[in-house]
């Protein structure tokens, strides 16, 4: 155990987040004693969600999942934040929309750990363009397709210098992203958004993925060179990819 | 920034190279092919889009782009959206 303390910022409650908020505050509860772990989402709870996610009351993902760590973790800070993540500008959003938001400026500090597991690339992007103005932080991402197929990612900076690269440097869909941000939506529209047919097992693969990279870069301290992973649990595969800002690109043979 | 050239004198024709797209990684004897011919090589066997755009490192490599000896290739492959 440690004295140092940490402050852990999920976004996203939901197929991903339900069940890295699990392990996010064991994590902090018993290695980090006395540390924050901030719960953001704007989206509710429903029973078409109890498929892949684990809940005991139907309401807001972040006050529902907070209220039921708050027992259970007497040594960690659990916060809710019922709230949309959007962008600085507000850009986007629709005039007439007046569900509670945060910006990702407003939401982002020095030291942060941030978990952005949102379902679509538009948010994910204003939370790592908001990271890329702050010195030192870690976002670690992840999502899934319909099937066995997923990805994480790590965005690292230090001392006011990306140490992994932006993954808008590898990813067009973080340039340009095809979707939107639910934050910026109407509520009907926002009611209207399916969840797909995704897989529990690809949801937990994701959680489980983020999980290992943090073991690894954040309480062990170690590179993240191997910032990017692609895996299919189908096929029995994954497939780590250096993301480093100095990594060379060649191939070597031994 | 969009790679259509080769370096002149450190060009090497033939030789391994390492193709990549989402979790498969093959080292293959492809040096000295366009990126379109590797493409057209993988694309069955690990069901690459058409438009999937190569990079190497972050630039994005030209369909002509003739792949070097230790180049490492990857075509863009969506990350996971959903959760």
């Known amino acids: 155990m440690t004295t140092e303390t940490k402050r852990f910022v999920l976004v996203g409650a939901g197929g991903i987040g339900n069940w890295l908020a699990s392990g996010l505050v064991r994590l902090l509860e018993w290695k980090y004693p006395g540390s924050g772990l901030i719960i953001v989402d704007g989206d509710n709870y429903e029973e078409k969600n109890r498929e892949r996610q684990e809940f005991t009351k139907l309401g807001n993902k972040a006050v529902v999942k907070a209220h039921e760590l708050i027992p259970q973790f007497p040594n960690t800070v659990i916060i809710p934040l019922a709230k949309w993540v959007v962008s600085d500008d507000f850009s986007g959003v629709q005039a007439d929309e007046d569900a509670p938001k945060i910006t990702a400026s407003q939401l982002l500090n020095e030291n942060d750990i941030v978990f952005a597991v949102v379902d679509n690339f538009a948010a994910r992007k204003i939370i790592f363009d908001a990271a890329s103005k702050i010195n030192n932080i870690d976002v670690f991402t992840g999502g899934n397709d319909d099937e066995l197929f997923g990805s994480i990612y790590h965005y690292q900076r230090r001392d006011g210098y990306d140490v992994t690269e932006h993954p808008v440097n590898f990813h067009p869909e973080y340039e340009n992203p095809p979707d939107k941000n639910p934050g910026e939506l109407s509520c009907q529209e926002r009611s209207e958004i399916e969840g797909g047919t995704q897989l529990l097992a690809t949801n937990m693969a994701v959680a489980s993925f983020i999980l290992g990279r943090v073991q690894k870069t954040i309480v062990l301290g170690q590179n993240p060179e191997e910032s990017e992973i692609y895996f299919d649990l189908g096929l029995g595969k994954s497939e780590p990819y250096n993301r480093s800002v100095t990594h060379n690109n060649q191939y070597t043979t031994v | ?83």
């Open chain 2, 1 to 83: 920034m969009e790679n259509n050239m080769n370096s002149g004198a450190a060009a090497q024709s033939s030789g391994m190279a390492n193709v990549r797209f989402g979790v498969y990684n093959q080292p293959s004897n492809i040096a000295g092919k366009t990126v379109q011919e590797a493409r057209e090589q993988f694309s069955k066997l690990w069901g690459i889009p058409t438009d999937a755009v190569a990079y190497k490192g972050k630039d994005k490599l030209d369909e002509n782009y003739v792949i070097q000896a230790s180049d490492n290739v990857e075509f863009h492959r969506r990350a996971g959206e959903k959760g």
